[in-house]
């Protein structure tokens, strides 16, 4: 049942300490594959850049309290629930996106070095493991189908795939086949049990060795962006009129 | 001077992309984010700068005759009905300037779809659909009819 360790399964056929050995392998691809980016697109040097543009430009010198407390925003605001975007709809599927990847793949760490092949691991972990996975489907399928805005806003039919979709299919693929492989293994059928493994492992791969390649990015250049934005409306150098609004009014009413 | 989105502060809503009247703002198949396709036809109406939730898209003169360091900014905020500019001049100078979105309510325009349709037989007049009723005017001036003289 759902309630059952799903990499048991594949101790049949594989060593535990190869999924062991895999999960490391693939934490080095995306430490290595986001230096790589940060390096060969110069977005390190960009951030700098920009950084150095605003501070001089800065009519008020903030205080290490005030930048703190901007970080602190920033954080609660536009990285833990989504808040720079202005479409609900958008922004509910990256929450679910988002908190179901790292409820899926905290589980999935805790399950293949904690409990190896052991048929007594708490339940509580792979429900919570079945739960992220059910949350990243919907939040994906959800914005893959009526979400993409070269889709929605451009017209482009759903099924054409192009590079900005590689990260976003490379984790539907991986969620999809790792339920698959739990599913089919739960019903005991060995053979399908294997292709379905392989095809989880071949996707889990894509995705985190693509990460110069894909969108996989953002995730670490979009807070950066959020605390710059804020910063530059603190300390004044922000190009943008004073707004008449207090706050500053974040979203206009948008038909989409 | 066409539009230019800064990448790294879009997020892909498409808003630009469907105000655009020329077109021109389109999604890139590589980041996901918003571009201006073809630069040469952009005519600076500001539509797309105006709509970004983002403030990610701005408007670059031609090096060969702009006044380098100039910027032209704007916040629409449509809950206040207010427009604002920040004009940066290429000596440092900045004027910034609020102004009204409309003047008259929200909705109380009516649109072209609440008016009857128009008479095809009023195609010989020389007044536009629904004139001079919709422009809340008695009437509107009128050349004699011509009539040459027959030799």
């Known amino acids: 049942m759902f ?38 697109k110069r977005s390190a040097q960009f951030f700098t850049q920009q950084r150095a543009q605003s501070s001089a430009a800065a009519t008020r010198r903030l205080s290490g309290a005030d930048v703190a407390s901007i970080a602190a925003r920033t954080f609660a605001h536009d990285v833990a629930t989504f808040g720079e975007f202005c479409n609900p709809s958008r922004r509910l599927s990256h929450v679910l996106m988002f908190y179901g990847f790292v409820l899926y793949l905290v589980t999935t760490v805790v399950m293949v070095f904690g409990y190896p092949a052991d048929p007594h691991t708490p339940a509580v972990l792979p429900v919570l493991w079945n739960i992220g996975a059910l949350m990243v489907l919907i939040g994906g399928y959800w914005f893959f189908f009526f979400l993409r805005v070269n889709v929605v806003h451009d017209g482009q039919p759903p099924w054409r795939l192009v590079r900005a979709d590689l990260f ?43 990460v110069p390649w894909s969108k996989f990015a953002h995730m670490f250049y979009k807070p950066v962006v959020a605390i710059q934005r804020r910063v530059e409306e603190a300390d004044g150098s922000s190009d943008l009129p004073t707004p008449t609004t207090t706050g500053g009014e974040r979203c206009p009413p948008s038909p989409t | 001077m066409p539009t230019f989105t800064y990448m790294t502060r879009c997020d892909g809503c498409g808003e630009c992309v469907d105000i655009c009247p020329s077109d021109i703002m389109h999604i890139d198949p590589i980041h996901r984010r918003s571009y201006n396709i073809e630069p040469n036809f952009c005519w600076e109406c500001y539509a797309c700068v105006k709509a970004c939730p983002q403030h990610a898209i701005d408007v670059r003169g031609y090096a060969d005759f702009a006044p380098l360091g100039a910027s032209v900014r704007v916040l629409r905020e449509e809950a206040k009905g207010t427009i604002s500019w920040k004009i940066r001049y290429r000596d440092g100078r900045l004027k910034e300037f609020t102004f009204p979105i409309r003047t008259t309510p929200w909705g109380s325009i009516k649109p072209p779809s609440d008016y009857a349709p128009a008479d095809a037989n009023a195609l010989s007049s020389p007044l536009l659909a629904h004139e001079p009723d919709a422009l809340m005017v008695a009437a509107l001036p009128m050349l004699l009819a011509f009539e040459p003289a027959q030799g």
Do not use: K
């Open chain 1, 3 to 40: 309630t059952d360790n799903p990499f048991i399964a594949a101790a049949a056929f594989l060593p535990p300490r190869f999924l062991q050995v895999y999960v490391i392998l693939m934490v080095l691809a995306v430490v290595a594959g986001t230096l790589f980016d940060l390096y060969h």
């Open chain 1, 168 to 210: 976003i299919v490379a984790l539907l693929a991986s969620v999809s086949f790792a339920l698959l492989f739990e599913w089919v293994a739960m019903a005991g059928n060995p053979m399908a049990t294997r292709v379905f493994f392989g095809a989880y492992l071949f996707f889990t791969t894509l995705l985190f060795v693509s």
